[in-house]
């Protein structure tokens, strides 16, 4: 199967921004605002490095990407910083125009959701309902995303755990920590894993294992979220995440 155009949407996984940052590969004007629409940033995000490689960044990915896969192929990045299920509902995919195009689409989005749910710090119960909610947009989204792309091929892809299933990210809902992993987070990543996973149209990515023993409980030099804001991937997590949608990919097509 080959594709004439890749299309992310999500969140900050996918963004430029924060791997850039941690890189030094900004203008000082978006190192001092963090907003990518502030000057320079260079395409080192998951995404971008999964479209095409930055050889100067990545010597050793030369020809691990999209454009050596499928050369000519379009890339359109719509994924936004803090975006959620919501957004890319709304805001993300009425700017794609339906088409019948073999598209390749990623998509990384829940973890907006799932933190600011966490940030309430809801009662069992409560999460409960609020995770059942989630899926069951998340699912909406998957078919209005096929039915504007039917021959779409979708990598759907778990939320990482930047806590390494302790529940604690210093710096992040330390009022609220520890938080709720198993009966939010895993449950969000079980349904993408086990229901998800078996769609028609859908590849599996799963960076959650990938990335586990990178975030809190590594030293500093091994993890693959950025010091500034752990919750974000750093420039090696970046590369960690295009490499787990390449190797997603050819598994799903056959090599």
């Known amino acids: 199967m080959s594709f004439s155009h890749y299309l992310a949407l999500g969140d900050s996984?996918?963004?430029?921004?924060?791997?850039?940052?941690?890189?030094?590969?900004?203008?000082?004007?978006?190192?001092?605002?963090?907003?990518?629409?502030?000057?320079?940033?260079?395409?080192?995000?998951?995404?971008?490095?999964?479209?095409?490689?930055?050889?100067?960044?990545w010597p050793d990915e030369i020809g691990n990407d999209l454009w050596s896969r499928f050369p000519g192929m379009t890339y359109r990045r719509l994924a936004v910083d803090g975006a959620t299920i919501g957004d890319v509902f709304g805001e993300q995919l009425p700017l794609v125009v339906a088409s019948d195009e073999p598209t390749l689409v990623t998509l990384t989005i829940g973890t907006e959701d799932l933190f600011s749910a966490f940030s309430g710090a809801?009662?069992?119960?409560?999460?409960?309902?609020?995770?059942?909610?989630?899926?069951?947009?998340?699912?909406?989204?998957?078919?209005?995303?096929?039915?504007?792309?039917?021959?779409?091929?979708?990598?759907?892809?778990?939320?990482?755990?930047?806590?390494?299933?302790?529940?604690?990210?210093?710096?992040?809902?330390?009022?609220?920590?520890?938080?709720?992993?198993?009966?939010?987070?895993?449950?969000?990543?079980?349904?993408?894993?086990?229901?998800?996973?078996?769609m028609?149209?859908?590849?599996?990515?799963d960076p959650y294992v990938h990335f586990l023993g990178h975030g809190a409980t590594a030293p500093e030099e091994d993890r693959w979220f950025w010091r500034r804001s752990p919750i974000e991937l750093n420039a090696v997590g970046a590369n960690e995440l295009r490499k787990v949608w390449v190797e997603t990919l050819r598994g799903a097509l056959g090599g």
């Open 13 to 57: 996984m996918s963004i430029d921004l924060y791997a850039a940052l941690d890189a030094g590969l900004t203008d000082v004007s978006v190192a001092l605002e963090r907003i990518e629409a502030s000057g320079h940033v260079a395409p080192v995000g998951a995404a971008s490095l999964f479209y095409k490689n930055d050889e100067s960044v």
């Open 122 to 198: 809801p009662k069992r119960t409560l999460l409960d309902q609020i995770v059942g909610d989630l899926i069951e947009a998340y699912d909406l989204l998957i078919g209005a995303i096929q039915a504007t792309l039917p021959n779409s091929l979708l990598i759907v892809t778990t939320v990482c755990d930047p806590s390494d299933r302790t529940g604690r990210i210093k710096g992040v809902l330390d009022d609220v920590s520890p938080l709720p992993i198993r009966g939010g987070l895993d449950r969000f990543n079980v349904h993408l894993r086990e229901d998800v996973s078996g």
């Open 200 to 205: 028609s149209g859908v590849a599996f990515a």
